[in-house]
């Protein structure tokens, strides 16, 4: 019998998963959002059966998106982790994430790219170029779509749309 702790991580599991994360990542979400205190990484590496060196270095691209803190304590060389609890404020911080890393990089590039496949004279062009604008458009698309996300969700968090 499964005890309430592990079916509350594996609920998380599978939210995480819903995310597109990998099962590691996933599972180091899950058991740091359910851990009352901050976990090392020998921690998480014998709590999900991985070897230190793959914790460590998906424990590295947790922190970079900002899916999870890492901290010292005074006296101990040993980083510590844990997760953001507030589910909307990891929902904005994925958001802004995908904003900043994806879209941002895409609206800010793309015109270029389109300019250059425009004055192209290699055979496929045309078509390229209509991938490339159809990529630009739904960019532009997304940016709007998630800049209204972030704003309800925010809107949600501080109280402004409760029934």
């Known amino acids: 019998?499964?005890?309430?702790?592990?079916?509350f991580?594996?609920?998380?599991?599978?939210?995480?998963?819903?995310?597109?994360?990998?099962?590691?990542?996933?599972?180091?979400?899950?058991?740091?959002?359910?851990?009352?205190?901050l976990l090392t990484l020998d921690e998480l590496s014998a709590m999900t059966g991985y070897s230190f060196s793959a914790v460590?270095?998906?424990?590295?691209?947790?922190?970079?998106?900002?899916?999870?803190e890492k901290t010292k304590r005074s006296g101990s060389k040993?980083?510590?982790?844990?997760?953001?609890?507030?589910?909307?404020?990891?929902?904005?911080?994925?958001?802004?994430?995908k904003s900043e890393f994806m879209v941002a990089p895409a609206l800010k590039d793309l015109p270029a790219i389109i300019e250059k496949c425009k004055n192209s004279k290699a055979e496929g062009s045309e078509e390229v170029l209509k991938i490339i604008e159809d990529y630009h458009h739904q960019m532009i698309a997304l940016d709007l779509i998630l800049k209204n996300l972030i704003e309800f969700t925010e809107k949600i968090r501080s109280g402004e749309n409760r029934t």
């Open 78 to 97: 040993k980083l510590y982790f844990s997760v953001q609890r507030d589910m909307l404020t990891m929902t904005i911080n994925a958001v802004r994430s």
């Open 56 to 68: 460590s270095a998906e424990m590295k691209m947790l922190s970079g998106i900002k899916l999870v």
């Open 9 to 37: 991580e594996d609920l998380v599991y599978q939210g995480m998963r819903s995310y597109g994360l990998d099962e590691l990542s996933s599972k180091l979400l899950a058991i740091l959002y359910s851990a009352p205190d």
């Open 1 to 7: 019998m499964k005890t309430a702790k592990k079916e």
